[in-house]
């Protein structure tokens, strides 16, 4: 794990879920996923954005890289896995299944992206042609 995202990380869970470093806020949710390969579990802070159903999408944008992250692969092996979610004042674990959208799903959900800040453009720009999934969490 990277030190930037271990920073993160130790921001979220000692302010609630507020990350004020890179601007997040409250956008954040930490997601424990199971290596693919390994079977270590892993946390990654990603941007979620709640679907108003109780589902939140995250993207596998990995700063616009031309290959997917590594979580992306985990869940696909291992899709049954926790989130950690914060409003600022309090943490709580929620468990969840992740899915891969589907192309016709993919794009609206990227839209979303897109509309909640320009740096999801730019990673679309960077990332080479690949296309960049988006995955629903939906609690279990």
């Given amino acids: 794990m990277s030190d930037f995202n271990q920073i993160i990380i130790d921001e979220f869970r000692a302010n609630g879920g507020r990350v004020e470093t890179g601007g997040f806020g409250t956008g954040l949710v930490l997601l424990h996923h199971i290596g693919a390969k390994s079977g270590v579990e892993r946390v990654s802070p990603l941007l979620g954005i709640p679907q108003g159903d109780g589902t ?33 004042s309090q943490v709580e674990t929620v468990a969840v299944h992740a899915e891969v959208l589907t192309p016709e799903e993919r794009d609206a959900g990227w839209q979303q992206f897109l509309d909640r800040s320009p740096g999801f453009a730019a990673y679309e720009s960077k990332a080479g042609g690949r296309i960049i999934a988006v995955v629903r969490l939906s609690p279990r």
């Fill in 56 to 88: 939140l999408l995250i993207a596998a944008s990995k700063g616009g890289a031309p290959d997917d992250p590594a979580w992306l692969g985990n869940l696909r092996a291992h899709p049954d896995v926790s989130i950690e979610t914060g409003d600022g």
